[in-house]
């Protein structure tokens, strides 16, 4: 349905230029549409960048934002896609008290059961890594706000398509 509000995964691959960011969130922003997760890296390709973007919106909503964002000079290419073409992964960190791993049984546990690692640890905080769903990280987080999170942070989404992208094709042709 093309009416119906779907979570999309735009990845824009982009020469890296300085302004680039803001001129594509002002796209989202004059439509009134919040960005969920947004990540920029180095892409396959040498000297392209890539942003991923997340977001809630319509598909004839999303294939006009396709459209914008491709008529910015610095696009090379945007692609947009569901839930299902892509393998994601998010990552986060928890900072909590220290005492709290020697003295409570309960968040070795925790930590066990979810997969999470144990970057560092000092004497008076540790630190945890968990990369994976966005919902695993929620439960994560909700399990261990019990115990009290002296920091939190969670990066954007990665993603790679199911199905091969023809961009490296594509800039290969153009560097030859």
Known sequence: ?????????????????????????????RRHINIESLNT??????GVSRFTIVINITESQMK???GQIEKQVEVIKAYYHTEDEIIYQESC???I???????ERQIQNIIKESNAKIVTVNKEFFVLEKSGR?????LLYRELSVFGIMQFTRSG????????????????????
Request: aromatic share 8%; net charge negative; glycine share 2%.
């Open 134 to 138: 966005k919902e695993e990280i929620e």
């Open 1 to 29: 349905m093309e009416n119906e509000i779907k979570q999309f995964t735009v990845s824009v691959y982009t020469e890296n230029n300085i302004g680039l960011l803001n001129r594509i969130s002002a796209i989202f922003q």
């Open 41 to 46: 890296s180095p892409s396959e390709i040498e």
């Open 64 to 66: 006009k934002i396709q």
């Open 93 to 95: 960190m928890f900072k």
């Open 157 to 176: 989404r990665v993603a790679v398509t199911k199905e091969e992208m023809k961009i490296s094709t594509m800039l290969q042709a153009f560097q030859h």
């Open 97 to 103: 008290k220290s005492e709290l791993l020697f003295e």
